[in-house]
T-cell receptor, first 117, second 114 residues
Framework: AQSVTQPDIHITVSEGASLELRCNYS??????LFWYVQSPGQGLQLLLK??????LVQGIKGFEAEFKRSQSSFNLRKPSVHWSDAAEYFC???????????????FGKGTKLSVKP | NAGVTQTPKFQVLKTGQSMTLQCAQD?????MYWYRQDPGMGLRLIYY???????DKGEVPNGYNVSRLNKREFSLRLESAAPSQTSVYFC?????????????FGDGTRLSIL
């Protein structure tokens, strides 16, 4: 069965420090992988996605993620964190819009990021 | 800069009441979705609409109905609300390049059923 694990429930980093949020997935075929960010009281915003091709993908707000098939991972990174990055981050895996699986993403439980001044 | 707009933002219902959650997007997206978010459960897909005039069930459709009124609007109806439907409901939309997965989300409707 498909699953997504985000091992870290809560991470605190200092402003200006680098960030890596972990995501591991279980999926039988080549997955579609996504990272979303949710600020308090708001909906999710798509940060980046991986469908195929280059395993290092760039997203909005200076984020990037690397797909590592051998490790079943899709970790999110940012070289220098800003206070405005404090939010909850969700990794998700899906089958795309083939085989009737449109929109049926499997979400991780999220990692809450706090940023120290 | 509206994006995806959901109304209402908060609602309290009594068991057995009905209501419709409204969603509209102004990005000319073809696909729209309804999710519910519950603590410890992540987001779960209720219904989606791949294009105007079509709707399909997601993971947790029981107790809900949807209407894709036009390209902009996608409503979610609870015919007879139950306490188990207490949740935060998110509407989302996407264009073709996200592989049929949600791209923009509304700010949510927080629904409590007593």
């Amino acid at each position: 069965a498909q699953s997504v694990t985000q091992p870290d429930i809560h991470i605190t980093v200092s402003e200006g420090a680098s960030l890596e949020l972990r995501c591991n997935y279980s999926y039988g075929a080549t997955p579609y992988l996504f990272w979303y960010v949710q600020s308090p009281g708001q909906g999710l915003q798509l940060l980046l996605k991986y469908f195929s091709g280059d395993t290092l993908v760039q997203g909005i707000k200076g984020f990037e993620a690397e797909f590592k098939r051998s490790q079943s991972s899709f970790n999110l990174r940012k070289p220098s964190v800003h206070w405005s990055d404090a939010a909850e981050y969700f990794c998700a895996v899906g089958a795309g819009n083939y085989g009737g699986s449109q929109g049926n993403l499997i979400f991780g439980k999220g990692t809450k990021l706090s940023v120290k001044p | 800069n509206a994006g995806v707009t959901q109304t209402p933002k908060f609602q309290v219902l009594k068991t057995g009441q009905s209501m419709t959650l409204q969603c509209a997007q102004d990005m000319n997206h073809n696909s729209m979705y309804w999710y519910r978010q519950d603590p410890g459960m992540g987001l779960r897909l209720i219904y989606y609409s791949a294009s105007e005039g079509t709707t399909d069930k997601g993971e947790v459709p029981n107790g809900y109905n949807v209407s894709r009124l036009n390209k902009r609007e996608f409503s979610l109806r609870l015919e007879s609300a139950a306490p188990s439907q207490t949740s935060v409901y998110f509407c989302a939309s996407s264009d073709i390049w996200t592989g049929g997965q949600p791209q923009h989300f509304g700010d949510g409707t927080r629904l409590s059923i007593l």
